[in-house]
Every structure is written in structure tokens, then in C-alpha cells.
């Protein structure tokens, strides 16, 4: 499978079906990574963190043809991972999980953001809206019968948090910022961003996991036309979609 910055290359498995090596996995971390891996207390949560992580460099390491290993990564001030070598590859990835699945996306664009979040009961759903969501939003979520609520709030907290990613903002300034209420019911619509840009937003991205909200957010170039690629990682294998 090849990642191409002409293209948006989405891919999404879980910790469960991934079918690679994980011993391989771990070899491919940096040391940091590893004393992280080796910081969580459950021996699940060490586990989806190696396997994302491996995954990641795995795919990386494959697109550049070079070993896992020598990946190095760098952050941007507010947390936001990229490619640190090697440089000017011109690939930008995110990636998100929650439990045991994971999804990545990788693009040309350094604003691409994906997000996916279980669906479950939200304690003080009330609450949080108010709090964090603008007044056209959380207007939205009461008028949510009872029993779609959850679904609702997670719907348009995931569409929020891959606006946040793909901008690279803070997680309270991108709150606060970006409004999905007019939108929180369409597939794919287009959210203005400041004067002269849009972001395209996804969602679900992939609409077989069941249980699970999935959002992809991205600033494309003008007139350029959004081209996706969508894979599963099934036993080893990328099964496109």
C-alpha cells in the first residue's frame, strides 16, 4: 500500500485484527516511546500504544523506504505530531483512537485532522454542552430525544475535535472557534476558516464501525478536488474499502 500526498489515505484498525508482529513493533520505537509504552500501568493500555505507534512508523517507514526505527518525530507547541525526518517529505499524518481502534490519516496537507470516539453514556452531557459548545450547538443537542442524545453530543464533539487536529489550535480556543451546528447532520459539507479558507469535513469516515463516530477534517488548495483512499487493516492486510 502506498501513501501519496495526492491522495487522503485513511486507514482504520484495532489492536485485535492489526495481524502484524508486535514484537517487530516495539523494535521500531524510539527509546522515549518505549519508557512511554512502559509508563502505563495496564498492560492493555501498553499495548494499544505500541501497536499504534509500530503501525504508524510501519506505514511511514514503508512510504519512505526506510527502516521504521529511524523515523524521528517533533511536535508542534500545542502537541500536534509531524515528520521530523526525514524532512520536507511532504506526508502529514494524524491519527486518533479510543479503546482498541485506531484510524490514521495521512495527506500532503499539514491541516488534516481524524477523529474517532466510542459512543457511550455521557455523564453531565448537559454540562459539558453548555460549556463547551456554542448556543446554536447545544441548542442542537436539546432538541435530541432522550435516548439519541449521547450519540448526538458525541457526533459533533468528534466533528469538533478533527477541526481542532486539522487546525492545530488549542483544544479550548478550537472549542470555542469552530461551529458544526448547521452542519452536525451532513456527510461532507465545507466550514469556513477564516477569510479565505474552508475545511471539508467527513462524517463518519468509516461508516462499518459500528458504535463509534468518526470525523475527518482538511484545508485543501483551491479547486483541488478531495481524493480518498480507505483502508482496513484485517490479519496483516490492508483491505481497501
Known sequence: MIIAKETVTL????????????????????????TRAGSFPAASERQNFIVRRGILRALLGTTFGIEPSR????????????VAFPGDSGIFFNLSHSGND????????PET?????????????????????????????????????????IRIWSLKEALIKASGWPLE????????????????FELPFGDIHTFTCIAPVFDYICG?????????????????????????????L
Open 102 to 109: 485506531i484510524v490514521y490519516a495521512f495527506s500532503g496537507h
Open 173 to 188: 480556543q478550537g472549542l470555542a472557534a469552530f461551529d458544526v451546528a448547521a452542519y452536525c447532520q451532513m456527510n461532507r
Open 212 to 240: 463509534f463516530a468518526t470525523a475527518l477534517a482538511i484545508r485543501l488548495d483551491r479547486n483541488e478536488p478531495l481524493n480518498i483512499k480507505r483502508y482496513s487493516l484485517q490479519g496483516g492486510q490492508f483491505i481497501e
Open 11 to 34: 486507514i482504520h484498525t484495532d489492536t485485535i485484527i492489526h495481524g502484524l508482529p508486535e514484537t517487530e513493533l516495539y523494535e521500531s520505537l524510539s527509546e522515549d516511546e518505549k
Open 113 to 153: 485532522g481524524i477523529d474517532i470516539e466510542r459512543i457511550r453514556t455521557v455523564e453531565d452531557i448537559d454540562e459539558l454542552a453548555r460549556n463547551h459548545f456554542s448556543a446554536e450547538e447545544y441548542a442542537v443537542l436539546m432538541n435530541q430525544p432522550g435516548w439519541k442524545k449521547n450519540s448526538a453530543f
Open 71 to 82: 523515523l524521528r518525530f517533533a511536535a508542534t507547541p500545542v502537541g500536534k505530531p509531524f
